[in-house]
Nanobody, 129 residues
Framework: QVQIVESGGGLVQAGGSLSLSCAAS????????MAWFRRTPGKEREFVAA????????YRADSVKGRFTISRDNAKNTVNLQMNNLNPEDTAVYYC??????????????????????WGQGTQVTVSS
């Protein structure tokens, strides 16, 4: 059974940084686009960032451009989200997701949660003002 496990969440002050990690197992990791989404209470799951199977292309939501960076290590089956200059609006549960795809670009569909095949349980990020 595929497992996706996020780690690295926590409490941080506004302006601070956090690094989230996602470890995937029991899947052919390099065949998957990996992405991060987030959810706050009462809202739909929101796309944050995605990275192609090779790591050659990334795409980030406008709200995090210039602050968040997504990367992956196919040898370790991990994907990371480096979050800098955090603000209270970034407070959410962050989820890692996998989409079976060898696209060279991130498509519009891959900014939507419905296309993703596997999900982690999420990790809480709280940014205090």
């Amino acid at each position: 059974q595929v497992q996706i496990v996020e780690s690295g969440g926590g409490l941080v002050q506004a302006g601070g940084s956090l690094s989230l990690s996602c470890a995937a197992s029991r899947l052919s990791f390099s065949d998957y686009v990996m992405a991060w989404f987030r959810r706050t209470p009462g809202k739909e799951r929101e796309f944050v960032a995605a990275i192609t199977w090779s790591g050659g292309t990334t795409y980030r939501a406008d709200s995090v451009k210039g602050r968040f960076t997504i990367s992956r290590d196919n040898a370790k089956n991990t994907v990371n989200l480096q979050m800098n200059n955090l603000n209270p609006e970034d407070t959410a549960v962050y989820y890692c997701a996998a989409d079976f795809s060898r696209n060279r670009i991130i498509t519009f569909a891959q900014t939507q949660s419905a296309v993703y095949d596997y999900w982690g349980q999420g990790t809480q990020v709280t940014v205090s003002s």
